[in-house]
């Protein structure tokens, strides 16, 4: 099995803080991409630091309903998301989980036995490419410039144009 992980705010959702499930506002052409990604049979999984939780500014609970929320919108366009997982712990709490550690992406491999080599991390942030590269899988960074202290192995302005461009090239199919 391969996959995609995808980190939640700012690739899959504008960067903002997302407390509540009307809070969240997907992306331009999110669901798309992940049913292209799904076509090209790749699982989605969304790999996510949610700190907020933690340090109690919203809880589980909402933090589910924003999930179930996001889920929806990704279906109504026909894509899948095969599982989420949050690291909900406070930042500095030394976890090993939150990013740039590579616990959740780890954890699912195991669980779905999905094959690295063939898996790629799309993140917007140093510590999701720090994850990913940790964890083995290729990185996507996603926005206008290269990330300061981080080598990617790719760089694109958002989701749909990272698998129209790996299409185009004939790196997923």
Do not use: W
Request: charged share 30%.
């Amino acid at each position: 099995m391969k996959a995609f992980f995808l980190d939640r705010d700012g690739v899959i959702n504008e960067s903002h803080n997302v407390n509540r499930a009307e809070d969240l506002v997907l992306l331009p052409q999110v669901p798309e991409a992940i049913k292209a990604l799904n076509e090209c049979r790749f699982e989605i999984f969304v790999v996510t630091n949610q700190g907020g939780v933690g340090l109690g500014y919203f809880s589980v609970d909402d933090l589910d309903a924003i999930h179930k929320y996001m889920k929806q919108q990704i279906e109504k366009a026909g894509g899948k998301l095969r599982e989420i997982k949050s690291c909900i712990h406070k930042p500095r709490q030394g976890c090993d989980c939150r990013k740039p550690k590579p616990g959740m992406i780890l954890e699912l491999t195991q669980k779905y036995d999905i094959d690295l080599s063939q898996s790629y991390l799309v993140g917007d942030r140093d510590v999701d490419i720090q994850a990913g590269q940790a964890a083995g899988v290729k990185t996507i960074y996603i926005g206008e410039k290269k990330p300061g202290n981080v080598e990617p192995d790719f760089i694109f302005k958002n989701l749909f144009e990272t698998v129209t461009k790996l299409r185009e090239k004939g790196i997923i199919h």
